[in-house]
């Protein structure tokens, strides 16, 4: 295993810089997820880091030594690609040796290494099959086989789980946490999935236009957000923001509202505030829940109601055109068209100086 460090890591085309100084951390047998929209530069990163694409400027290390000018196959990583990458007229025995072919490994060592790759991925059963008789979740088994039999000293995955249909994403997201358990390796995985990064990282790097927004653990960026960005990019339904005014600021808490919302404290949590500035207050659909007009904090009127079983998703129309999502339990009705009137915990709320 081993401890990869990015340092000042940039990328340009031309005049174009589309990774603008990054540093990162990952420890030795860390699991850490590279997400963020498309555009933001996480598969470029990571195609970085493999040495598919060269470093502008920069350092790499992986296990101390610098690792700009190697070559891929020097580096001590292995690589499994959205695409599956894996030969037709080859059966999924070959398929999963064929690194082992290419560097001219013995057929004792060959039939071991599968063996034990075929036994963690249970797949075997499937050795003799040619990659035309398996799933979509077969096939990318026996990507990720053929890089467990390299023993690299870090795994690299490029949004793994795109092709796959929701049930076997679901399936092969449990494999692959289930497989970082079992091998303790080092593990960098780019997705644009949130729910992919929240169950199986260790660490989260949220990227936003080649620059690294924040990283950490996932309920640590959950919680604890540093800005606006990472507050709206993890958790479903995202979290509703609302543009208020600052009222009063205290050594603790900042005081807000709008027209849709009576005045509350909330903590500013060392964020800088002056009196009469308009900010960003954040509160996540889950935390809201309905109360009668004379407690309620927040007003508006029901515009939509999607009950989906586990929790029911409500569509709020507030003062002004501001729009607002509630995530309420199981089966709690509010009707289209009713006044609808929320409470909230201000100490699970977000306020941010910048607004959207």
Request: aromatic share 6%; charged share 25%.
């Amino acid at each position: 295993m081993a401890q990869v460090k990015l340092r000042d890591i940039r990328k340009s085309y031309g005049k174009v810089e589309v990774i603008k100084g990054v540093d990162i951390d990952v420890d030795d047998g860390e699991f850490v997820v590279f997400v963020g929209p498309s555009g933001c530069g996480k598969s470029t990163l990571l195609r970085m880091i493999a040495g598919l694409e060269d470093i502008t400027a920069g350092t790499l290390e992986i296990d101390g030594i610098r690792m700009n000018d190697l070559e891929p196959s020097k580096r001590g990583i292995a690589m499994v690609f959205q695409s599956y990458a894996i030969f037709p007229h080859m059966t999924v025995r070959e398929n999963v040796a064929f690194g082992l072919t290419i560097n001219k490994a013995g057929k004792a060592e060959k039939a071991e290494k599968v063996a034990e790759a075929a036994r963690i991925l249970q797949m075997e059963h499937l050795l003799d099959r040619r990659p035309s008789e398996l799933s979509g979740g077969q096939r990318q088994r026996v990507a990720i086989g053929r890089a467990i039999v390299r023993d690299p000293k870090v795994f690299l995955f490029d949004e793994p789980l795109s092709n796959l249909d929701a049930a076997l994403r679901m399936d092969m997201r449990m494999e692959i946490g289930k497989l970082h358990q079992d091998l303790g390796a080092s593990m960098i995985y780019v997705t644009h999935d949130q729910v992919e990064a929240m169950t199986l990282a260790d660490k989260i790097v949220v990227l936003k236009d080649g620059m690294v927004m924040q990283a950490g653990a996932p309920m640590e960026l959950y919680h604890e957000p540093d800005n606006l960005f990472v507050a709206g990019f993890l958790g479903s339904p995202s979290m509703n923001f609302l543009e208020v005014t600052v009222d009063a600021v205290n050594a603790d808490n900042v005081t807000v509202h709008n027209t849709a919302l009576d005045p509350i404290d909330v903590p500013h949590k060392g964020r800088s505030f002056t009196v009469g500035q308009t900010a960003t207050l954040g509160i996540r659909p889950q935390y809201l829940h309905p109360s009668d007009q004379a407690s309620g904090k927040l007003h508006g009127k029901v515009i939509l109601t999607e009950r989906l079983g586990s929790e029911t998703v409500i569509d709020v129309s507030l003062a002004e055109g501001a729009k607002l999502i509630a995530a309420l339990a199981e089966d709690t009705i509010l009707a289209p068209g009713t006044a609808a009137h929320f409470e909230f915990d201000p100490n699970q709320a977000h306020i941010f100086p910048e607004t959207r």
